[in-house]
């Protein structure tokens, strides 16, 4: 069952009923303010932190689920009846109703007691405000008295102490009614700078700052005393509840049209030049008001909307392609690419199910998201990896975190999370694929922060890899730590208390329990290594590192192979994991697709063996789960994997985030009928069809979706922020289309469907735009270029000379 459709031309998802299995949400804001929006306008608003800067309240997991958000009451004065035109809070029928998601925007229409409301939401380039532009219809033959109440309810700045340190913060709310514009300062008083406006295009009939005024005592959002009454009180909020609502009265005649815009935003001022008059408590409103008064006239709103368009078009041009298949165009060229520039902005900070207030930046995280979105934001990639960069350990190791605000490694997780450093050499490596700016490597970078301890970025690379090496076990595979890609595979943490963490209480030396997955992931980085000295023309790191990959591979043969497949660990006893040897977690699906990415048993028959062993023993119509036999109980020596109920997270979900390597792996062994079936069954928009199962968004990829085991198999949670985009994004356009950027050019190396005819692309690659057509001339995968009408040798197109600007390449394959 459906809840709405795609529209391709427009970029948008539409939702047709408000009813959606769980809200259905979208992000506002692309640089520093952001806020998340559900299809009936829940959602809140922050300045860079979602927890430190939080501009509006959202209580997560409420009943109903969805509150707090964007809200407009409509009332009809003539009889007193008033509604919410999208849908929530008051949920009386709406005659119709659709919800477009865009990109960077939301817009929601409704009809009710034939009034038309469409608000569209968006927040400017540039800007730290977001902007609620709605549009009012009378679709009457006769006029109507519309009274139209605004609705926000601020948040105490740090969303966590907003929540839990009630006995202070009901004592600390002030606010300004100033020019009809709503101020909220709470703490402005003292150490903050900062301040939030709320402000409204048309003469006010009234206002309300304070909650309780607003809703009335014991009454919710669903009907607030204000709107049934038509009046707002005009309360100051002193302490308490601060809100900001307006209150317009609108005449409109039959077939009559109003604009009314309201924005909201986070203003800053100089620390010196916080009050006017400057020894008053009066907000300073200089800077601010040019800025409400710019955005409160329609042309500019709309001149924003169309920059924010150009924005998006502009991204979104780097990568485009036509295959025949619908669910592949829609989710390449529009919303897998949209979801990883989310996850840049993003990190795992903030969603419907990640609270805001929880994790930093995973070190991880961040460099596997690089991969999503480096093609798109070149520039802040390099940031973002130089950044991450200088968090690293001077032995090599990684804060598992680190915080966007500071830039600084997170002292509370610390770190010991073996997989993390190698990570970054992925990162690097993608970065200089795609631009070709072998710059970076020069770049002086601290390691912990600290000024002085500057390296080439080249040396932390090296630094990354020698780390692995220095810890190795009883079986020469790399020692495991806290854990590895896998959180929750916890071998050193033997967690015996409830509350106590699974990662951070180590209560065991670490010397014993040795990681495959890091072995093969080291396998992989470690080529990359010798491809990237080999360019820096070092030749003694390019031999070791090539040794280095050898060895490694050797040791994974001899102690991390199983006969059919890849082992996983070997434990703090010394007992393998992953093994047919074990009653449960006898098969992992990690190290098949990271071994077989980095190249082990492609040639010899091994890598196919294992693949087939994860379509026997780990596939399932909704994708593949992440190990089998599930943990039935909780095994003390495992840790959190086994702490989740059978089916779901780590413990045989169906961890979307791995499925990619799967498929990068089945292309490998050029099985491109497998390879796209495993991407279909966890494509969001094929998975549209059966909403009602899969319950999340379908234009998004979950971090989830329940496995065989659980009584929900085919239910998917946590959507939005995961490493799943970015890898997809990289199995589909990479490994499956084939068009990946190399250290030397851009390659072309499809391995598609058999049934696929061909496929057509246009790739935006260091200044060049390359169109792409890819024909299929036989069976199988073998390609021949053709570039400008000349045939080229090999899978890549050499660089063309500087004045190219566009290249004509097609491909044919199966020759
Ligand atoms: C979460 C974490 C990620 C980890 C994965 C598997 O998505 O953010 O770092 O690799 O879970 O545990
Ligand atoms: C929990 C989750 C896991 C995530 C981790 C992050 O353990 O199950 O997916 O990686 O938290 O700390």
Not at 125 to 148: F, H, Q, Y
Not at 317 to 323: A, D, E, I, P, R
């Amino acid at each position: 069952m459906k809840y709405g459709h795609f529209d391709d031309a427009a970029r948008e998802y539409v939702v047709t009923r408000p009813d959606t299995p769980l809200p259905w949400i979208n992000y506002l804001g692309c640089e520093a303010y952001f806020g998340l929006i559900s299809n009936t306008a829940g959602g809140y608003s922050f300045y860079k932190d979602a927890r430190l800067r939080r501009l509006t309240r959202y209580r997560y997991n409420n009943a109903p689920y969805d509150i707090g958000g964007r809200y407009i009451y409509l009332r009809d004065n003539a009889d007193g009846k008033f509604w919410s035109p999208s849908w929530m809070p008051v949920r009386s029928a709406l005659d119709e109703y659709t919800c477009r998601h865009g990109m960077g925007y939301t817009i929601i229409r409704s009809v009710s007691h034939q009034i038309e409301a469409e608000t569209r939401y968006f927040v400017p380039m540039g800007e730290n405000l977001e902007i609620w532009e709605l549009t009012l219809t009378n679709l009457r033959e006769k006029t109507a008295d519309i009274s139209v109440f605004s609705a926000v309810e601020f948040c105490l700045w740090d969303a966590l102490d907003d929540s839990t340190n009630i006995q202070r913060n009901f004592s600390t709310g002030q606010m300004e009614f100033v020019e009809e514009v709503i101020y909220h300062k709470t703490e402005y008083r003292e150490r903050r700078d900062h301040f939030a406006y709320f402000a409204c295009s048309e003469k006010l009939a009234g206002f309300d700052t304070q909650r309780e005024a607003f809703l009335g005592a014991y009454r919710g959002w669903d009907s607030p005393a204000v709107v049934e009454a038509g009046e707002s009180t005009d309360s100051i909020a002193h302490g308490w509840q601060p809100i900001g609502s307006h209150h317009v009265k609108v005449h409109l005649k039959a077939g009559e049209s109003i604009k009314v815009i309201f924005i909201l935003g986070y203003q800053e001022n100089l620390k010196d030049a916080k009050f006017d008059p400057p020894d008053s408590q009066t907000i300073n409103k200089k800077t601010v008001k040019p800025i409400i008064a710019k955005y409160l006239q329609p042309k500019n709103v709309e001149a924003a909307f169309s920059a924010l368009r150009d924005y998006w078009d502009e991204l979104l041009g780097k990568l485009q392609v036509n295959t025949p298949d619908e669910h592949t165009n829609r989710m390449v060229n529009v919303w897998n690419a949209y979801q990883c520039m989310i996850t840049f902005n993003m990190s795992r900070s903030a969603s419907y199910f990640e609270s805001g207030i929880g994790r930093g930046m995973g070190y991880r995280d961040s460099n596997q998201d690089l991969l999503g979105f480096v093609h798109m934001i070149p520039e802040r990639a390099r940031e973002r990896i130089l950044d991450l960069a200088a968090t690293q350990l001077k032995n090599g190791g990684a804060y598992h975190q680190f915080q966007p605000l500071t830039k600084r490694g997170n002292n509370d997780v610390g770190s010991g999370f073996n997989d993390d450093p190698a990570w970054l050499v992925l990162a690097v490596a993608a970065y200089l694929k795609e631009t070709g700016d072998w710059t970076i490597l020069d770049a002086p970078v601290q390691y912990e922060n600290e000024a002085g301890s500057e390296t080439p970025l080249y040396e932390h690379l090296q630094r990354s890899l020698q780390y692995t090496i220095d810890r190795l076990g009883p079986n020469d595979l790399p020692l495991i730590g806290r854990a590895d890609w896998n959180d929750c595979l916890n071998l050193n943490c033997f967690s015996d208390t409830p509350g106590q963490s699974f990662q951070t209480t180590t209560n065991k030396d670490g010397k014993v329990a040795e990681s495959v997955f890091i072995a093969g992931l080291y396998v992989l980085v470690t080529k990359e290594m010798a491809e990237i000295a080999r360019h820096c023309q070092d030749g003694r790191e390019t031999a070791k590192m090539l040794r280095a990959a050898e060895q490694m591979e050797e040791t994974i043969w001899k102690s991390g192979w199983d006969g059919e497949w890849f082992r996983r660990a070997y434990d703090d006893f010394g007992h393998v994991l992953g093994s047919k040897e074990n009653k449960e977690g006898q098969i992992f699906i990690e190290p098949q697709g990271i071994c077989i990415w980095a190249g082990l048993g492609v040639e010899d028959g091994r890598a196919q063996k294992a693949l087939d062993s994860v379509a026997l023993y780990l596939a399932t119509p909704h994708g593949i789960v992440l190990q089998q036999p599930a943990f039935s109980q909780y095994y003390l020596h495992l840790g959190e994997i086994s702490s989740y109920p059978p089916g779901y997270k780590e413990n045989a979900g169906i961890f979307c985030h791995t499925n990619p390597w799967i498929m990068i792996a089945e292309t490998k062994i050029g099985r491109g009928d497998r390879a796209f079936d495993y991407y279909m069954r966890i494509n969001p928009s094929k998975r549209e069809d059966i909403s009602e199962l899969h319950k999340c968004e379908p234009y998004v990829y979950p971090q989830m979706i329940a496995g065989k085991d659980a009584p929900t198999h085919g239910e998917a949670k946590n959507s939005w922020l995961s490493g799943t985009a970015a890898m997809n994004f990289v199995a589909i356009t990479q490994s499956i289309l084939g068009i990946q950027p190399q250290f030397d050019g851009l390659e072309i190396k499809p391995v598609i469907p058999s049934s696929w005819k061909g496929f057509e692309a246009v790739r935006l690659f260091r200044g060049v735009r390359y169109e792409i057509s890819v024909s299929r001339k036989g069976v199988g995968n073998n390609v021949s270029l053709v570039v400008e009408g000349k045939s080229v040798q090999g899978t890549i197109i050499p660089l063309p000379a500087r004045n190219v600007k566009t290249l004509k390449v097609s491909a044919f394959i199966g020759l």
